[in-house]
């Protein structure tokens, strides 16, 4: 028995990259809350656009979209993530 994503490989990247962008938010969430800030919203939504991570921090508000790039982004410390 084949796998059904075989017959579909562009679906399995797709999801793939959602997975990838959740752990993405999720380490970046913690890392915030490490830091002190405090978590009012994730993935909120709008009738026009998404807000990934909406933070509090000595009466700061920080609204984050966070991007995910595979591999050749100096600035990516999530390359191999687990």
């Not at 017959?7 to 797709?14: K, L, N, W």
């Not at 938010?25 to 993935?43: M, P």
Request: with cysteine; net charge positive.
């Amino acid at each position: 028995f084949k796998p059904l994503v075989s017959y579909a490989p562009e679906q399995r990247r797709g999801l793939q990259a959602y997975e990838n962008g959740q752990r993405a938010e999720a380490l970046v969430a913690a890392q915030f809350v490490r830091d002190g800030w405090r978590i009012i919203a994730q993935n909120w939504k709008t009738k026009w656009a998404e807000i990934d991570l909406i933070l509090e921090k000595d009466g700061h508000i920080c609204c984050l979209e966070v991007k995910y790039r595979v591999s050749g982004n100096p600035y990516s410390q999530l390359d191999g993530m687990t």
